[in-house]
């Protein structure tokens, strides 16, 4: 029963929520994803609105602006993403900034895309962030990769693999954890580990509880602190 419950799972229509607040462009990209196949939930113009209706809608996936009135993308972005949500982001923005980008990971963003991108980019990575792939405009990723080297070159209270204090990862969750840290992909850790988007997620899940951490980024930077991605 679990099997069938999954494969329908698996089967069902990624949900997403569109954030913008300019209302034609905001139509117009939940028309597309909507004639794509995808479940547009809700919308909102602005920040406020974002928060609520999100938590309302409950999507899959939230495709954000940064530049909303009433409350920053980036604080949408942090109020709704964290433990106990499933929530993806995507950011849509017009801004390609550096800062703008860093800020919208820390806060919890899945992926960032300017808007200049295709539809079919759009539509690509929101089936991506879905499950949990980090998607960038190109040029970014590596932008991100080296903020995460950096915030781990920050002092760190020292700890050993047997300090009782640090949780025990299984052989598995430590495997998954390394490919993550080199930045690898939850799609290409699955053909890396020939196991399934859904089992990596798992395992990415499992860790984040195990370690009291609340996103990738400070995953991330806890496996760089400790070397695994030198491994």
Request: with cysteine; hydrophobic share 45%; proline share 6%.
């Amino acid at each position: 029963m679990k099997a069938e419950a999954g494969a329908a799972d698996e089967q069902r229509p990624v949900k997403v929520m569109v954030v913008d607040d300019h209302p034609m462009w905001r139509d117009a990209v939940a028309r597309d994803l909507s004639e794509a196949g995808f479940e547009v939930v809700a919308t909102a113009g602005d920040g406020p609105q974002a928060v609520r209706r999100a938590r309302a809608a409950a999507p899959d996936v939230l495709v954000l602006d940064l530049n909303l009135p009433g409350l920053p993308g980036v604080e949408v972005c942090r109020q709704l993403v964290g433990a106990g949500s499933d929530l993806r982001v995507l950011v849509l923005s017009a801004s390609g900034e550096h800062a703008d980008v860093l800020e919208a990971v820390k806060s919890g963003a899945t992926g960032y895309l300017v808007k200049s991108a295709s539809m079919e980019e759009l539509q690509d990575a929101v089936r991506r962030t879905a499950v949990g792939d980090p998607v960038f405009t190109p040029g970014l990723a590596g932008l991100v990769l080296g903020e995460y080297r950096r915030l781990a070159a920050d002092p760190a209270p020292a700890a050993g693999p047997d300090d009782p204090a640090v949780p025990q990862l299984t052989e598995r969750e430590t495997e998954v954890l390394r490919l993550v840290a080199k930045g690898l992909s939850y799609r290409q850790v699955a053909e890396r580990l020939v196991i399934s988007h859904r089992t990596v997620q798992n395992h990415v899940q499992n860790t984040l509880g195990k370690l009291q951490l609340h996103n990738r980024v400070e995953l991330v930077r806890y496996a760089i602190q400790r070397g695994l991605d030198e491994e």
